[in-house]
């Protein structure tokens, strides 16, 4: 049960990776997917790319709570997250490969480089006020060889993330290092979602679970 002027935060995306995140740092959310279509979407930077679509996520979902509502403690606040990750490499923007043959194209071109993952964070105070950001992690990928790339995309896992790849699944072990916050490469950067939430005079600390 939530106490009389506790903070609800609304994630508005369907990634257990970002939920697992929030979880393990003691936040326990609501998940309201927001449906928009990611593809119709497009900008002239990575970095304006995942923010627009962080926005647009956050902003959809806030509107339908607007309308629908969610259970809210009296005298509390509700707030919207809405996220969305990129990979820039070689100049170009990856998001969700299109299909196996394509991540396994994308892993010939980027085994031993490294690119950088860019994830966008918006985020909505319903009474009316939303700040947002981006954060961004060099990644450094491994020499991998044909048979660990064709084992990797047959699991499943590349083509459902931004870049084909994960760093808290089967894919760690194909990152060597990266150069920034881990969470970034996961899906949620939990430090900037804190400065975030300072921004709008939320402490994190008051969304940890009762």
Known sequence: ??????????????????????????????VVVSGVDESAVSEPTPQELCF??????????????????????????LLVLG?????????????????????????????????????GHYLIDLAGVTVGAVGSTTVHFAELTDEEIAAYVASGEPLHVA????????????????????GTVVGLSLPLLRHLLDDLGVRLTDLWKS
């Open 52 to 77: 627009t679509l962080a926005r647009m996520k956050a902003t959809e979902v806030a509107r339908r709570l607007g309308v629908e509502g969610i259970s809210v403690s009296p005298g509390g606040r």
């Open 1 to 30: 049960m939530r106490t009389a002027g506790s903070t609800t935060l609304v994630l508005a995306s369907a990634s257990p990776a970002r939920r697992a995140l929030l979880s393990a740092a003691g936040i326990d959310v609501e």
């Open 163 to 182: 870049g084909a790849f994960t760093i808290d699944g089967l894919g760690g072990p194909f990152v060597e290092r990266i150069e920034g916050d881990h």
């Open 83 to 119: 996220c969305d990750s990129v990979l820039e490499f070689d100049g170009q923007v990856l998001g969700k490969p299109s299909d196996a043959d394509d991540a396994v194209q994308r892993w010939r071109a980027m085994r031993g480089r490294s690119g950088v993952l860019h994830t």
